[in-house]
């Protein structure tokens, strides 16, 4: 037989096989049922269990925590979370302080009696409590102590439901009786046909840490689908950033992020399982989306409503998704606070010093069913025998401590009856969240007639910001295409040529720029434009060096951010659509790179865009711009949905519109920003009437006061059928129109399709009385577009005259693949419109 090799297991040799695989092993279910220790992939020779150098390592790295961190790439990296998880161990004078034991059993005893009072009160009503893992309250502690001494005196948040409502309380500072108060359900005329139920709304308070220092905190408002406010605190936490950091310097940018903590705090089972969070996660460190470093925090009750880990994840943690990042993932057992609290410190140093995200798992259970009101033994019947008879955790840690709790529950549970009886008295529902000062010039509710801001610009000033849009700084080599481009602009801008939608877009954004307005504009391929049309930065041809005009507009002007987003809708226009909640002056846009693309954001837009204002009050200028138009690129791009936003509008909450020239498109775009009105604005934008010379515009119309909700036709006398669209049908119809030399048909644009404009279309409509017929004319089949949206109200505004309409048959499909069936079909369209044959 061959002989044995014979390897000495050194101390360093058996401290990095734990380092790298200790967290295979640790005890981490509280219950000690999941998760049981594995063997260590790689271990020849194995671990002398009896050797110091092992107990050592395995105290330190499989025990209660278990460590990922040997994936990281940088040496320092893992360097520096290797000194500190060995130093409490090695050096216990040498680790970070941690918040007392007394007041960990504070927040333990808090955090429990709680609920208990909510279970005794309000028995049967939903809640998601915190019970079996109420360690997060002190965890929450020790991060605003460290975070605070490191900088921090900011932190924006989000978190599912499970523990929202004792998270308010007893970190956000939150009187309890404003918690009872909506469980009363007091003052329901207040929120006829909007609100939300407690736990998804937001809250602001103030947090006193350890050392005496304030930190304010801000718990987002947020919807069932779990994960899907992650991309939008980070937007708003980079919108903070950028309040702070009042110029483009580095260092302010660092200083800037140090202030604002973002935090996330998920669900196991979300975390693994919802696709917007990888998304999300990969923002982390993108030029455009960078924060700083986000807290990612799992309150892992091993179960996902009744779906055990084994059906929610794939792998053995719900963490392994961060994986994807090189950053760390501690997993703590949640019934060891002293743990807990010393991984909730290195967390937020972490976060300080690299400037990177971190991931704890805290791992605990679930006392209750998914909500109070169902019965987990059914699904889980032997872990819910094992928690019927396990002791809460408050009670656990006294005995640990040696300290007798009695009289501190007495207190506690007294002030949350006494907050509770406070509450069945009050009549009126409490706010919880406040609303920044910078919100104070804006508004939301209907749409208020005096808010019409002159749009127009002075042909001198046109003149001006073409100049400067059209110049490139010495030396700077542009690509002959683009120069082309940039010569035909000086034309445009000059009155030598008509405008297209490019230049018009530019000049709007450097109208506002120049002013002060920060703008702010991402998609995928934005910088350029998907369709080769906006090239607002310049690639020098030499060196790759990047150049845009409008960062260079005078000194005084607003922040111009253009950037080429990742290969997401979701998380990108959910990351949009928290900057704008905080960011109201700026000029917020986000781009999809075909308009039904969004559908994969469908959510973001449900949730926030649509209902945010009724559902928590709150407010976004956000405008999204989404191409449209059916040229007979097949089903995939042709239809940005537009029937799916109209389904959405109602009580003045959102802007929809199709901008059909591209003077009308500069006038929406700074209407949007110098309006005091805070709505999203949807906008249907052009592919190939982005250069059509229908839908160019002479610079002199750049002058004009006012965006038109409703273009009329002047051009026809005493027509016997009046043609309404929107968009490049429009267009399509009036070249045909001549063509065909067709004298009895006018063609009236619907620019703004909500909130309706109805006196400016009755108006329009009313200009030709001789007109027997109006039709609604559109590209897309029956069953999408505007048509059942628009046809009630044109029937209630024509008076006797017959309403028809044309369009596509109803189909599954948006469009067809053909080409060929494209210009069939679109041939029949303009045919029955017409009325006449070509």
């Known amino acids: 037989m061959p002989a044995t090799l014979q390897v000495e297991t050194t101390r360093e040799t058996t401290f990095d096989l734990f380092r790298r695989w ?29 050797s110091p150098d092992t107990k050592e390592a395995r105290r330190i790295y499989a025990s209660s925590v278990g ?57 049967g009503t939903k809640r998601f409590s915190l019970e079996g893992l109420t360690v997060l309250i002190p965890f929450l502690d020790q991060l605003f ?42 003052d329901p005329r207040s929120t006829l046909g909007g609100g939300d139920v407690k736990y998804h709304i937001g809250a602001t308070g103030d947090f006193i840490t350890a ?35 009042k110029n483009r310097s580095k260092e302010n940018f660092l200083e800037a992020r140090r202030q604002v903590l973002p935090m996330i705090i998920h669900g196991d089972a979300a975390f693994a399982g919802q696709g917007i969070w990888a998304e999300s996660l990969n923002l982390a460190t993108l030029h455009g989306y960078n924060i700083g470093g986000t807290v990612q925090v799992i309150v892992n009750n091993l179960l996902g409503f009744t779906a055990l880990p084994g059906e929610s994840n794939s792998s053995r943690f719900a963490s392994d998704l961060a994986k994807r990042l090189p950053i760390p993932i501690f997993h703590v057992n949640a019934e060891d606070p002293q743990a807990v609290v010393r991984i909730a410190a290195l967390a937020a140093e972490y976060r300080q010093t690299f400037h990177s995200d971190v991931v704890v798992d805290l791992i605990g259970y679930r006392r209750h069913g998914h909500s109070e009101v169902d019965d987990p033994t059914v699904t889980q019947p032997l872990r819910y025998a094992k928690i019927k008879d396990h002791p809460p955790l408050y009670q656990l840690y006294a005995k640990q401590i040696g300290v007798d709790p009695a009289e501190e529950i007495a207190f506690s549970q007294g002030k949350f009856l006494e907050e509770q009886k406070a509450a069945t008295a009050a009549n009126r529902k409490p706010k919880l969240f406040d609303i920044r000062d910078y919100w104070n010039p804006y508004y939301g509710g209907p749409l208020r007639a005096d808010d019409d801001p002159r749009t127009g610009l002075d042909l001198a000033e046109i003149a001006s910001l073409t100049n400067a849009l059209t110049t490139p700084p010495e030396g700077f080599h542009v690509h002959p295409k683009v120069q082309k481009l940039l010569e035909q602009r000086v034309e445009m801008g000059t009155g030598k040529k008509p405008l297209d939608y490019g230049m018009a877009e530019l000049l709007a954004y450097a109208s506002l720029l120049k002013v002060g307005t920060p703008v702010r504009l991402s998609g995928q391929d934005t910088q350029r434009g998907t369709f080769n049309q906006r090239h607002s930065v310049l690639i020098d041809i030499e060196n790759e060096t990047r150049f845009s005009p409008l960062w260079n507009l005078g000194p005084k002007q607003g922040r111009w951010s253009v950037y080429n987003s990742m290969l997401s809708e979701a998380a990108c226009l959910g990351f949009e659509y928290g900057f704008s909640r905080d960011y109201p002056e700026a000029l917020v846009l986000w781009e999809a790179q075909f308009g039904d693309f969004a559908n994969g954001a469908q959510i973001i837009i449900d949730q926030f865009l649509s209902a945010g204002e009724a559902k928590w009050g ?28 109209l389904q959405l509008a109602a009580q003045d909450n959102i802007q929809v519109a199709q901008p059909s020239t591209a003077a009308q498109y500069f006038h929406l775009l700074r209407r949007q920003s110098l309006r005091k009105w805070r709505k999203p604005l949807i906008v249907f934008t052009p592919k190939s009437m982005l250069r059509h010379p229908d839908a160019m515009s002479p610079v002199a119309d750049l002058t004009l006061d006012h965006f038109q909700n409703v273009l009329p036709d002047n051009s026809v006398t005493n027509p016997h059928r009046l043609l309404v669209c929107t968009g490049k049908i429009g267009h399509n119809l009036r070249v045909e129109r001549d063509k065909r030399k067709v004298t009895d048909v006018a063609i009236i644009f619907l620019e703004q399709l ?22 609604w004319v559109q590209e897309e089949p029956a069953n999408m577009g505007a048509l059942s949206f628009v046809i009630p109200q044109l029937r209630r505004l024509a008076g006797d005259r017959a309403v028809l309409s044309v369009k596509r048959t109803a189909a599954a499909s948006p469009a067809t693949g053909s080409a060929k069936a494209h210009a069939l079909e679109e041939k029949t369209l303009i045919d029955l419109a017409l009325g006449h044959e070509s």
């Open 67 to 123: 460590a990922e961190f040997m994936h990281i790439p940088s040496a320092e990296k893992r360097a520096w979370i290797q000194q500190r998880l060995e130093a409490p161990f090695i050096n216990p004078d040498a680790v970070t302080p941690t918040i007392p034991a007394a007041r960990i059993l504070t927040g333990l005893l808090r955090a429990d009696l709680f609920e208990q009072v909510i279970q005794q009160r309000y028995l």
């Open 754 to 775: 909500y909130p309706f404009p109805e006196a400016e279309l009755q108006a329009a409509l009313d200009q030709h009385p001789s007109a027997t017929e109006i039709v």
């Open 211 to 245: 050392t005496g220092k304030t930190v304010h905190l801000h718990l987002a408002s947020n919807p069932s689908h779990l994960e899907a406010a992650d991309p939008v605190i980070m937007g708003r936490a980079r919108a903070y950033q950028e309040r702070l950091a």
């Open 145 to 186: 102590t460290t975070a605070a001494e490191l900088g921090v005196n900011r932190s924006l948040f989000t978190m599912s439901h499970r523990g929202r409502l004792n998270v308010m309380v007893n970190t956000i500072n939150r009187p309890s009786r404003d918690i009872f108060t909506k469980f009363e359900d007091v």
């Open 618 to 645: 709150l407010l976004s200028g956000l405008v999204m711009l989404l191409p449209h138009g059916y040229e007979g690129q097949g089903p995939e791009h042709s239809s940005a949905r537009i029937e799916r936003y």
């Open 22 to 50: 200790g967290y295979l092993q640790a005890s981490l279910d509280p219950l000690g049922q999941l998760l049981p220790p594995t063997p260590f992939p790689i271990a020849d020779p194995a671990p002398d269990e009896d």
